[in-house]
C-alpha cells in the first residue's frame, strides 16, 4: 500500500476546523493482487505551502505514513508498531522539513509488495487467534517520543514469547 504519488491540490473552498487544517485523500487497493499497488493521495488545504502546491512527491508513503506525520507534527508518542519503522513511516515532505524529520529515500525497485491478501494472526482474527504483544518500547519514530504506554501493559509478552496462533472456529468459539 504504498502512495508513490501525492498530489498537491490548491485549498478546499471552507474549513473543516479553523486554521490548519489538512484533509487527505486517499484512493486504495488495485484490483490484481500479483501487481505493485499504487495508492493516489490528494493533500487539501492551505497548509501545504505555495511552492509546492499543484506538484507530485514520489516519496515512498505508506498508512503509517499518516500516522506519522500526525506524530512528527505534534510530537506524539507512537504506538511501537509499523510507524516506528523509518522506511515504512516517511512524514509528508514539507512536515519532514518543518520538524528536522529525515525520511528514507527508496529507488522505485526496492519497494516491497505491500498488497498481501490472506489471513493474519492477531486478537480480530478468529481463524488464527492470538493475544496482542507488547510494542516495541525502545523504538523511535517521528514523533521523537517514546512509545505509548498504558498502566497494565504486559511488557514481557512480546512478539517471540506469544503462543501459537489458535483457530477458534475448531473450538466452536467466536471470541476467547
Known amino acids: 500500500m504504498s502512495v508513490r504519488d501525492a498530489e498537491y491540490a490548491p ?3 471552507y474549513r473543516a476546523a479553523g486554521q490548519q487544517t489538512l484533509i ?12 505493485q499497488n499504487t495508492v493516489y493521495s490528494v493533500l487539501l488545504d492551505d497548509t501545504v505551502p505555495l511552492k509546492l502546491r499543484g506538484t507530485t512527491d514520489d ?10 506525520t500526525v506524530q512528527a507534527n505534534w510530537g506524539l508518542k507512537l504506538l511501537g508498531r509499523g510507524d516506528t519503522i523509518a522506511a515504512l513511516s516517511n ?25 498481501l ?8 482474527t478468529s481463524a488464527a487467534f492470538t493475544l496482542f504483544a507488547a510494542p516495541n518500547l525502545k523504538a523511535r519514530g517521528a514523533g ?10 504486559n511488557t514481557r509478552l512480546t512478539s517471540g514469547s506469544l ?10 468459539k467466536a471470541t476467547p
Open 144 to 153: 521523537r517520543s517514546a512509545v505509548l504506554t498504558r498502566p497494565g501493559l
Open 24 to 35: 487527505l485523500l486517499t484512493f486504495d487497493e488495485t484490483e490484481d493482487y500479483t501487481i
Open 117 to 124: 491478501t490472506g489471513v493474519a494472526s492477531g486478537v480480530l
Open 91 to 115: 512524514v509528508l515532505s514539507f512536515i519532514a522539513a518543518k520538524t528536522g524529520y529525515k525520511n528514507v529515500q527508496t529507488v522505485p525497485g526496492d519497494v516491497p509488495q505491500f498488497n
Open 59 to 68: 516519496t515512498l508513503y505508506t498508512h503509517y505514513s499518516s500516522l506519522s
Open 163 to 172: 503462543p501459537p496462533p489458535v483457530n477458534l472456529g475448531l473450538q466452536n
Open 11 to 13: 485549498p478546499a473552498p
